[in-house]
């Protein structure tokens, strides 16, 4: 999961080499945070949220084989 949320950021944003992703597990929940340039985040929320919806609901589909809850949060 932590690569698929680092692909798919590091290809909207201006500088891909300050993408960091960290995953945090526990028994039923995978917790992804994501950071970016301070002025990439705008690309990564996208207008009303909606590319960050969007992240989220391929990281979800992708998990659903692993049958845990994915939570990819967005944090400065």
Known sequence: MKELV???AKSLVDYPEQVEVTQTQSDKSIL???RVAQS???KVIGKQGRIAK???????AAASKEEKKV???IVQ
């Open 6 to 8: 680092e692909v798919l």
């Open 32 to 34: 992804l945070e994501l």
């Open 40 to 42: 990439d985040m705008g």
């Open 54 to 60: 969007a992240i989220r609901t391929v990281v979800k």
């Open 71 to 73: 939570i990819v949060e």
